[in-house]
């Protein structure tokens, strides 16, 4: 525990001077952390793994099927597997975005898939984030100072090495570029909670990292405005911009983040942009309910992996159960993300579950509910130096391009509050190293 204890420390300062930090808005501030490093990594056996991999690739494959069909054929929504009111009601849905084919038809080109897993054993799937997932920078640099600051550790243990995270956004990125220019990762700027992972991935995939202002759109083509105005063409960007301020001319016209036109070049299949605009739709709390029907629709197999058990107050049948069962339910809003918008019944009182009960009376779409899946608790050092259990999720990455592939690490989460159930780095929590054993 000695050595662990030294290890945590020794990396939480090198990453401190790396300016390794997560920037959280509160009550209109911005504050930027550390996010804490715990040394005792999660490790998930080789055979285990591959389960895992196989089913995030049947996962993320349905729903960029899905993604395609929503915005051209809709198919699903007509043969009655998807209702039209969880697609076209969707926060997420895009009507801009119709009749739109992204280069080379990939949607969610990375893909943050967040799993717990249960007591049982059972990997579950908690959500898709298929927008603008964050977070693979944090195992990647906590991995490379423990080379340096404990080196013994990875000539002691059997892990699979994750230093290609950026080889495969680069094999990504030059598969959607599909040769027309550089390629871009378009940041809003210093101020944002994952500006240090937008620099790094810039670092690691060769990209150049493009401010507000950088890139202008002219004769339906994007370009990068480098010294002296010098303008180079550019085929990929790796967007960290949100959908509603990518183009002010498009959507919101206050944004000053965006890139004016951009949607005129995007249209005209003369830019690739990862992700694509309009994947909200596909990440939306409420159509997470039906990517296990999804799986079986478009590739007529069985689910891998499963969502947690979760009921949908737009059936009958699900709303009866919830408000006769709120009391031992976790209630979402599908519109939250961050983990907010999570209410615990178990933590309400009777006036607070009688107001909860109005709001999905008034609006059921707005409301998804989920039994407390009692996921496993991880070890961390606490602040006494002493092992700890908390409760731990994973967000796995899949990155889609020429071929949909796992990265063999990721994103183990754990709160920082032994009594808490919300591991979000948003509310407070820390993360650990993944390790993917070899054998």
């Not at 000053?256 to 949607?263: D, S």
């Not at 159960?321 to 979402?332: G, H, R």
């Amino acid at each position: 525990m000695e050595e662990l204890l030294k290890s945590r420390d020794s990396v939480n300062r090198w990453m401190e001077r790396f300016g390794v930090r997560f920037g959280v808005y509160k009550n209109g501030v911005f504050n930027e952390q550390l996010f804490p490093f715990d040394a005792i990594p999660r490790q998930i056996p080789a055979d285990e793994w591959a389960m895992l991999e196989r089913g995030l690739i049947q996962r993320v494959k349905a729903l960029n099927m899905f993604l395609y069909d929503i915005y051209h054929d809709k198919k699903i929504v007509a043969d009655g597997v998807v209702p039209k009111e969880f697609t076209y009601e969707s926060k997420g849905y895009m009507p801009e975005c119709e009749g739109i084919t992204p280069s080379k038809q990939v949607y969610a080109h990375i893909a943050g898939i967040d799993l717990v897993q249960a007591k049982d054993g059972r990997w579950l799937i908690l959500e898709d984030n298929l927008r603008i997932p964050s977070g693979a920078s944090y195992p990647m640099i906590a991995r490379k100072v423990t080379r340096k600051a404990a080196p013994q550790t990875f000539r002691d243990n059997l892990v699979a090495d994750n230093r290609n995270y950026g080889s495969l956004l680069r094999e990504m990125m030059d598969y959607i570029n599909d040769g027309r220019g550089i390629n871009v990762i378009l940041t809003p700027g210093r101020y944002n909670s994952a500006f240090f992972e937008h620099s790094y991935l810039a670092e690691q995939t060769g990209a150049v990292l493009a401010f507000p202002g950088d890139m202008i759109v002219e004769d339906g083509k994007g370009y990068y405005m480098g010294l002296y105005n010098q303008k180079e063409r550019v085929g990929a960007i790796y967007r960290r911009v949100s959908d509603e301020y990518l183009d002010p001319l498009a959507f919101e016209p206050s944004s000053l983040l965006g890139v004016p036109n951009l949607m005129e070049a995007y249209r005209a299949g003369n830019v690739g942009v990862i992700n694509a605009l309009g994947n909200g739709v596909a990440d939306d709390k409420g159509i997470y309910y039906f990517v296990p029907k999804m799986v079986k629709y478009y590739l007529n197999e069985e689910p891998i992996l499963h969502n947690a058990p979760t009921y949908l107050p737009f059936f009958p049948e699900d709303f009866d159960y919830i408000i006769q069962n709120i009391s031992k339910l976790v209630i979402k809003d599908v519109a939250e993300a961050g983990g907010y918008g999570v209410m615990f019944g178990r933590d309400m009182t009777p006036e607070r579950i009688e107001e909860v009960k109005k709001l999905i009376i008034e609006d059921p779409r707005r409301w998804i509910a989920q039994e407390v899946v009692d996921f496993i608790d991880l070890d961390i050092i606490d602040e006494t130096g002493q092992p700890s259990p908390r409760k731990c999720d994973l967000r796995a990455f899949v990155i889609t391009g020429s071929e949909t592939k796992v990265w063999k690490s990721g994103l183990t989460r754990f709160s920082r509050n032994p009594n808490s159930f919300v591991v979000n780095s948003s509310q407070g929590g820390g993360f650990k190293d993944t390790w993917v054993m070899e054998k």
